[in-house]
């Protein structure tokens, strides 16, 4: 820079000049300066400097302005980056546990919908409203599956004839959103060919009341298979992994832990490869009849959202940073999804803390039922109007923050 000063006193002395330098965009003028100059009689020409004034508009307007601003940002960025702290997430997980730990409605600590879900969402709200924000939330109806058991048992026409009792939770389990019921001594089809279960005519074979084995595969959801299966009479349904999702041998031997979306009014229940694998190989030696026996029951619950906005920021570019505040009914839930939930938590209250000012606003979101189906999530789209969908520009969604490979 002061080689450039030394260039224009070089050339532009002894003059006294006063010379208008405009710039303008989209026709609206935005500055104007007048920089002054002695003249010298040697070099005082137009050409000089017009070279000047362009060394000075890449010098001030390309280099130093954008360089300002960047630091600025990033300074303020790095900040608030820094102000998230380790100890501040493990405070809301140690809280989140002691919620769960104090439920009342079970034997186990859980953060379900009907557990400590809304003693969770309470703690998340008063967090926010103590560093200034305004948090409101969005109510609507789930349906909870409870699961009390079941039986699942084999014979076959072989010689010798085989017979098997299935052991819950170690061979299978009941699906969650399974129907309640029972289907005895009925006889075990598969899917036929290539056919995956995707589609109608995969199940035209089947005779009403047969058990129907279906491998698992990401064609198309567990739901879907099992609305067809339903849709053609089919007594119960049995869903086992494929080879590639099995992998090495610990993964054989364990229950798919997937479940339905919705509710379907079969027994359904999930099985280890290996059992998946010793059915298909007794179909091959002759009749398997099946006899599963399901107890479920469906309760309809009210259950919410929570939302805080960040004050400023462009309304029509709003950026959803969310999380999942419901565990399983199995447990309290402190990764799955208690990592995400205080990770956002002590991101909002930071955000607020150093008064940071974000170029589109923030929606802090904390769904619920999102282990009965994303169905918090879901709900808060459908409630959108064109409009307002339009109004997004970005979802962030935080889920097992705690394993190390966030979602």
């Given at each position: ?230 849709d053609a009479n ?110 956002n938590l002590e ?25 009965l189906g994303l ?33």
């Open positions: 820079s002061s080689d450039l000063s030394s260039l224009v006193r070089g050339i532009m002395a002894e003059t006294e000049e006063k010379i208008p330098l405009s710039h303008s965009q989209d026709g609206v003028e935005t500055s104007s300066r007048y920089f002054s100059f002695k003249k010298r009689t040697a070099v005082k020409t137009t050409k000089w400097l017009v070279i000047v004034l362009i060394i000075l508009l890449v010098v001030l307007v390309g280099v130093l302005l954008p360089v300002l601003l960047l630091d600025t940002s990033a300074e303020s960025e790095n900040k608030l980056a820094n102000s998230v702290s380790e100890e501040s997430i493990m405070r809301h997980l140690q809280m989140l546990n002691d919620i769960a730990e104090n439920n009342t409605n079970s034997l186990t600590p859980s953060r379900s919908v009907l557990n400590q879900y809304n003693a969770s969402a309470e703690y998340i709200i008063s967090a926010l409203r103590e560093v200034g924000y305004e948090p409101y939330t969005q109510a609507f109806q789930v349906p909870v599956n409870m699961e009390y058991g079941g039986s699942f048992s084999i014979q076959t026409d072989t010689n010798p004839p085989y017979s098997r009792s299935y052991v819950q939770k170690f061979d299978f389990d009941v699906m969650r959103y399974s129907g309640n019921g029972t289907a005895a001594q009925r006889t075990l089809k598969t899917l036929s060919g290539d056919a995956v279960g995707c589609d109608e005519d995969n199940y035209s074979d089947l005779i009403e009341g047969d058990v129907i084995l279906i491998q698992y595969n990401t064609n198309c959801t567990y739901y879907d298979k099992a609305k067809l299966a339903a089919v007594g119960a349904i049995i869903f086992y992994w494929n080879e590639i999702n099995a992998g090495l041998l610990p993964s054989r031997s364990r229950v798919i832990g997937a479940n339905l979306t919705d509710f379907i009014d079969l027994p359904i229940v999930s099985a280890t490869y290996g059992v998946g694998r010793e059915l298909l190989n007794l179909m091959n030696m002759g009749t398997v009849e099946v006899s599963i026996e399901t107890l479920t029951s469906v309760t309809i619950a009210w259950t919410y959202n929570v939302f805080a906005d960040t004050a400023g920021g462009r309304n029509d570019r709003i950026i959803v940073f969310g999380s999942h505040l419901d565990s399983v009914p199995e447990g309290p839930g402190i990764n799955d999804n208690g990592s995400g939930s205080a990770t991101v909002a209250i930071q955000v607020a803390k150093q008064k940071f000012s974000p170029t589109n606003k923030v929606r802090f979101a904390w769904w619920g039922g999102e282990e169905l918090g999530s879901k709900h808060y789209v459908e409630m959108l109007g064109d409009d307002e969908k339009g109004n997004h520009s970005l979802n962030l969604n935080f889920d097992m923050l705690g394993i190390g490979r966030a979602v």
